[in-house]
């Protein structure tokens, strides 16, 4: 017996490489190209620094209000954590707690797998379909809870509130999460549906659409009862609140609407330049609703894309899973960003193409 048999033995989530450099164009994890408003960062340098040998508002009571008169909500149905991450762990905590498995799909946010192994909650995932769309009539069994990212990651895709109602409407009696994360990229929020469902809950971050990804801040949307279900949650497990620069920063960020917008019609414009592109290149990728794409050439394994790319220090994402081991997953960066990974790519299409040109005329299956 060795003090090793205790240790926790789970496949633990596995983010996208954070090379040790500056000098790369990093479109693998996700984040804005963009810094976050200027209010924000007016907001942080202002800060008031000799009130941090005091502990924050313990639920965020500012920032929670700011965020629920954004969405016509009340306070008592928001909940803010210290990022998506934090408060997803704590949903699962908080709402999954039946002997029944809890449904999400198979290709999806994989850190819902390492939360149920931590959580010893037992877990089904659910396949998606040829064109990686979630099906509702697959989460007509029973079960103790739903999670279902919309748009979905890696995948890309945004589904409507019809999908989500079939969902809900044969799933009353448990927690449905849906997480919104890309949502402010082109999705549709189910926030509607709150009035509808009180075992609805929403999950947002700052860390995408508002380019705070370096502050960690996130917030749930639910009933009364779902929220309250939360907090009894954090002050049990994790009784550390959101910072109090975080909470500056987040409602600075929410009270300038404009430079939000903007930052939001930039992202999206070059989103559809680099769809129309890739397509032109021969690449397959589904509409996106999110602030990356995924895509799949016919004629060059997506792992050498990924590592051509590296070797002109421009990071992708490739997941060596089965499903989807044939796709990468870029972000949307810059302009000059994107003309630089357009660029590559055409060379290295190019490149392969005048190869597989010259092996045919050895070989002799040209006319040429």
Aim: a negative charge; aromatic letters at 10%.
């Amino acid at each position: 017996m060795s003090y090793k048999d205790n240790l926790i033995k789970i496949d633990a989530y596995v983010a996208g490489e954070q090379p040790d450099k500056t000098d790369f164009i990093k479109l693998n994890a996700n984040e804005n190209p963009y810094p976050p408003s200027p209010e924000v960062i007016k907001a942080i340098n202002s800060f008031n620094g000799e009130i941090l040998c005091k502990y924050p508002s313990a639920n965020a009571v500012g920032l929670v209000r700011t965020i629920a008169e954004y969405h016509g909500l009340k306070p008592e149905n928001v909940f803010a954590g210290n990022g998506t991450d934090d408060v997803l762990s704590l949903c699962f905590r908080a709402f999954f707690n039946s002997q029944r498995p809890i449904l999400f799909p198979d290709i999806t946010y994989s850190f819902n797998t390492v939360w149920c192994d931590i959580l010893r909650i037992p877990y089904e995932q659910i396949k998606v379909g040829d064109d990686f769309n979630i099906n509702p009539a697959d989460y007509r069994r029973e079960n103790g809870g739903i999670v279902i990212a919309n748009p979905n990651a890696p995948t890309s895709i945004g589904r409507d509130l019809d999908f989500l109602r079939e969902i809900l409407d044969k799933n009353r009696d448990v927690v449905v999460i849906v997480d919104e994360a890309y949502v402010d990229f082109g999705g549709i929020t189910a926030i509607p549906l709150l009035k509808e469902y009180e075992n609805l809950v929403i999950t947002r971050t700052f860390s995408k659409s508002r380019s705070m990804a370096g502050m960690r801040l996130g917030y749930a949307m639910g009933s009364a009862d779902a929220i309250s279900a939360l907090y009894a949650a954090k002050d049990s497990m994790n009784s550390y609140p959101v910072d109090s620069v975080a909470q500056a920063a987040g409602i600075a960020s929410i009270m300038d609407e404009e430079y939000f917008q903007a930052t939001l019609k930039k992202v999206i414009a070059t989103r559809e330049r680099l769809t129309k592109e890739l397509r032109l290149m021969g690449f397959e990728l589904p509409d996106s609703s999110t602030n990356f794409v995924f895509a799949k050439h016919p004629d060059i394994n997506a792992v050498d894309i990924f590592n051509h790319l590296k070797t002109k220090d421009i990071y992708v994402r490739w997941f060596n899973k089965p499903g989807i081991n044939d796709r990468l997953r870029i972000t949307i960066g810059t302009d000059e960003e994107t003309d630089k990974l357009i660029y590559e790519l055409k060379e290295l299409i190019a490149e392969v193409s005048w190869e597989k040109r010259e092996r045919a005329l050895n070989y002799g299956w040209t006319d040429s």
